[in-house]
């Protein structure tokens, strides 16, 4: 009945511009957060299954499905994501301070190739309103990530200092912590990921003290960066890594006209290169990888299990997919798990390196 409702629904919310549906369904999860919907919701659509747990970087995990930083930028829904079967949730891209982000128009729907592409800027409140709210906000009961980025308005020089002034506003509340050194639509971001960049950041929040600490990646980077970031992670003996955020490349066959637009692409077209990545991130790391990229079933997580994620985050799949997508992957890991013989995630990750 609730995939239904969405499906019925969708045509409605994809005639509208992208932020604004993206809005309007927000608000809509907002209203029902807290009440015995929510309280209704959960009991639908978690799937309560010790096979699916998972332990990665000190937390433990219900399932190895979560929702990836940019569509709860503001820690507004931690609670009823995770009513809806997810077992973590990356608030953010979260800056130090309160910034609006690029013009709009700056989301837009490629529906024929079932792809998002963006270019949001980072908008969020900043992270002291983000930090007060995780904060005062019931216990979500899953953990809760925190996704930190640069600034707008900070030099590249000025990095490691703003990246540690937005971790003290979180650091009481955040489950883990995930650098954000790749967003392709806030100048300056990604030339952070050189090596000397990622090591005075990292260095610095070290020093901070942040614990789980995660970096995440581009998609785009050369494989010697890339080598060159993992040498950092070892380095600095870090918690995790996340591969990988949006791209700035457009894949041949895309069929959109919106294909043309400037920003980073997700969805199914990145699919199978986010996985070979997650693959070249797992072969070369021994820290647990989160993988994410085009995800919008179950077949999509297992690949990427199986290629070395300990866990998987989506986002584009919701909107295609409704807000069912989180208990059909679930229940669809169960079944695959069970096919190939394995009695949990856990002994499936990594299975195909």
């Known amino acids: 009945m609730i995939r239904a409702t969405y499906r019925a629904a969708r045509p409605l919310l994809f005639s509208l511009p992208a932020e604004t549906a993206h809005g309007a369904v927000h608000r809509g999860l907002g209203a029902i957060q807290h009440t015995p919907i929510e309280a209704r919701l959960r009991d639908r659509l978690v799937v309560d299954d010790d096979r699916l747990a998972v332990d990665a970087f000190g ?41 609006p982000g690029n013009p709009r128009p700056r989301m837009f729907r490629l529906v024929e190739d079932r792809a998002i592409v963006n270019r949001m800027g980072l908008n969020n409140e900043g992270a002291e309103a983000v930090g007060e709210r995780l904060r005062t ?32 506003h979180v650091a009481d509340v955040a489950d883990y912590l995930a650098v954000n050194v790749s967003c392709p639509n806030s100048e300056g971001m990604r030339e952070l990921q050189n090596r ?31 080598e060159d970031a993992l040498a950092v992670v070892d380095d600095f003996d870090l918690d995790g890594v996340i591969a990988t955020n949006t791209t700035t490349d457009r894949p041949d066959g ?25 693959r070249f991130v797992a072969e070369r790391t021994d820290v647990p990888v989160v993988g994410v990229g085009g995800v919008s079933d179950a077949a999509g997580a297992y690949a990427k299990i199986r290629a070395g994620a300990s866990l998987v985050q989506l986002y584009t799949g919701l909107v295609y997919e409704g807000p069912t997508l989180a208990r059909d992957i679930n229940r ?15 002994d499936a990750v990594g299975v195909d390196l």
């Open 59 to 99: 937390q433990s995990f219900s399932n190895p499905i979560g929702v990836a930083a940019g569509f709860d930028k503001n820690a507004e829904l931690p609670s009823v994501l995770a009513a809806l079967g997810f077992g973590h949730v990356e608030v953010g891209g979260v800056t130090a301070h309160a910034q």
């Open 137 to 168: 906000s019931p216990d979500p009961g899953i953990p809760v990530g925190v996704n930190v980025a640069l600034s707008e308005a900070t030099d590249a020089a000025d990095a490691p200092e703003d990246y540690r002034d937005t971790y003290e």
């Open 196 to 226: 000397e960049s990622l090591e005075a950041i990292l260095g610095e929040l070290v020093d901070a003290g942040a614990d789980p600490l995660l970096v995440k990646l581009s998609p785009d980077l050369p494989d010697p960066a890339i």
């Open 254 to 278: 895309l069929k959109s006209p919106n294909r043309a637009e400037k920003g980073g692409l997700s969805g199914k077209p990145i699919e199978s290169h986010a996985t070979e990545m997650v």
């Open 332 to 346: 669809g890991l169960l079944e695959l798990l069970e096919r190939d013989g394995f009695d949990s995630v856990e």
